[in-house]
């Protein structure tokens, strides 16, 4: 069965009403509606991606380079091997997912070109309904019981462009990275990119093959992780003629094992981890004396926003081949040549890349109601990062931002399967999670502390985003290590649950 897009009109595709609608063919909505068929295989459901196509983040991006700076033993999914070197390709990674979708039978189930403009629940009825708009104006309607919010967390159309001054004077070509044009040739160009994140790390060494020059123009340095792109234990396994999933198993505990004495001794011991990172550049570039300050000394704590992974450590080679140079400073004006910086430096470029990240997008910018009254999110209280007071039958998918989004995924699958034939066991045609006795007068504060994690979107976005309580049950702790031990084992009789409006647990009392 082919993966692509245009899937076949079947039963499922023409459908009015499914069990479960998930929104999104991106790795979450691929992942999750794989769970839901081998769990939950009685249950009718459809996928509504508003593209073409699946992919979504990694169809959105085509900037030279883009890649995953996870490694795709963990960003894989758990139950389909990853054979391939670590860190893989958006190319790579659409092949997978496109695997995934063919093995499983997904496609005739994703409806695509369909962008959900409405979401309404109704509590007569304990049915939502969708309103969906096609490229050809069309609306459709369909209702559902059961909606699996799979849409990411980021605008896919409007990126973050700040307004920067001057920006009419510039002659040369501006384009944000997340609307790149694989069209445009920066062969022998000076190319800026502005900004020093994740996407900027994969960007630069890449435009530095063909370009004249780069420059990273940064307001502050980001910390970079450098390591070959490949796993020792997988190329052992695989050369010892171990099976493919068992290699899969083995090496995701071990990169996850790795991955959490990382993030406690970044915690624990920041400056310790901070010498390391270092001398993994300097191993890289053989440079004993490669200068860190001032352009790559961060002034927050590693872990603190993304590591930004360097395949064999590329962009630092970079800059010790006098590729790509740094500029730490603020932008003040652009000029018709280039920019100029508050503390008045002129760089020159034909092309200027801004690598200045997302808009945070809540829910797709669905407008959702609720028996009549918007939904306004940042009033709700979110249940461990995946369901919200006051919204019934619905479960949103946040990853994680410091270990692989999709181990969250895979987790958040066997929840929500768990949830719908706990239902279905009870007969109940609505779930919904509401604060406990315990919970009376618990501090809520933003959906996360500054102090977790902080990048400039998540910071931005805040005012969108739900509120959380001091207890695990109202947090989304991003911390994968714990909620492993916890999400699985939830009691979903626990008092937080309310089922058909009735609380959960034993203490059985009827809400207002
Ligand atoms: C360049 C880049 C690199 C990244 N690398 C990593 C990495 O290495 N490791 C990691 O863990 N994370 C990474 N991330 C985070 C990444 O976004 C997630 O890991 C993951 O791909 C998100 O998948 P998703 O399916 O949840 O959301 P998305 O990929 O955002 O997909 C959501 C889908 O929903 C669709 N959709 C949205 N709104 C609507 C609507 N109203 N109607 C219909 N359809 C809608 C979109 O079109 C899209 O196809 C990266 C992000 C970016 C931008």
């Not at 001057?166 to 044009?181: I, P, S």
């Not at 000076?190 to 994140?197: E, M, R």
């Not at 960007?203 to 980001?222: C, D, G, N, Y």
Request: aromatic share 10%; hydrophobic share 40%.
């Amino acid at each position: 069965m082919s993966a692509t897009a245009g899937a076949e009109l079947t039963a499922a595709t023409l459908a009015t009403h499914v069990d479960v609608l998930i929104v999104g063919a991106g790795i979450s909505g691929i992942g999750s509606a794989y769970h839901l068929q081998e769990q939950c295989p009685g249950k009718s459901y459809v996928i509504l991606e508003m593209k073409d196509t699946f992919g979504g983040t990694w169809e959105t991006h085509k900037y030279p380079g883009v890649r995953s700076d996870s490694d795709l033993y963990t960003f894989g999914y758990r139950f389909k091997p990853w054979v391939g070197a670590p860190i893989a390709s958006a190319d790579e990674i659409l092949k997978y997912m496109g695997e995934v979708i063919a093995e499983n039978g997904i496609a005739p189930q994703i409806r695509y070109g369909h962008r959900i403009t409405k979401a309404t629940w109704d509590s007569k009825t304990n049915l939502w309904t969708i309103e969906t708009s096609t490229r050809d104006g069309a609306s459709h309607i369909l209702t559902c019981n059961f909606l699996w919010m799979c849409q990411g967390y980021y605008d896919h159309e409007k990126p973050y462009m700040p307004d920067w001054a001057g920006m009419d004077k510039y002659k040369g070509l501006l384009v944000h990275a997340q609307l790149w044009d694989p069209k445009i040739d920066y062969t022998g160009k000076k190319i800026l990119v502005i900004g020093s994140g994740a996407t900027a790390a994969t960007v630069i060494p890449a435009f530095a093959e063909k370009a004249a020059h780069v420059t990273m123009l940064q307001r502050s340095p980001t910390y970079f992780y450098c390591s070959e792109n490949k796993n020792e234990l997988a190329d052992k396994l695989r050369a010892g003629g171990i099976d493919e999933p068992t290699i899969h198993r083995v090496v995701r505990a071990q990169i996850m094992h790795d991955q959490d004495v990382m993030t406690k001794r970044c915690i624990e011991e920041p400056d310790a981890v901070f010498e390391d990172l270092k001398a993994l550049v300097r191993a890289f570039t053989g440079k004993e004396d490669f200068p860190f300050e001032p352009h790559f000394t961060p002034k927050y704590r590693p872990w603190q926003q993304r590591l930004a992974f360097c395949p064999e450590g590329d962009i630092f080679r970079a800059v010790v081949e006098g590729k790509v140079s740094a500029v730490t400073d603020e932008l003040e004006t652009f000029t018709e040549k280039g920019v100029r910086t508050k503390g008045g430096v002129e760089i020159e470029a034909d092309i200027i890349v801004a690598a200045t990240g997302f808009n945070l997008l809540m829910m797709g910018g669905i407008p959702f109601e609720v028996d009549g009254q918007p939904v306004d999110w940042h009033e709700t209280i979110n249940y461990r990062g995946m369901m919200f007071t006051g919204v019934p039958n619905m479960v949103w998918v946040m990853g994680y931002f410091r270990a692989s989004w999709t181990l969250r995924v895979d987790m958040l699958g066997d929840f929500v399967c768990n949830l719908l034939n706990h239902m279905d066991e009870k007969g109940a045609k609505r779930v919904e999670v509401a604060l406990r006795d315990e919970d009376a007068g618990m501090p809520l504060g933003d959906w996360i502390e500054n102090d977790n994690f902080n990048p400039s979107y998540l910071m931005r976005g805040l005012k969108d985003l739900p509120k959380r309580g001091d207890k695990p049950e109202w947090r989304h702790n991003q911390d994968y290590w714990a909620e492993r031990g916890e999400i699985p084992k939830t009691d979903l009789e626990g008092s937080e649950f309310l089922y058909d409006g009735v609380r959960a647990g034993k203490k059985v009392t009827e809400v207002a």
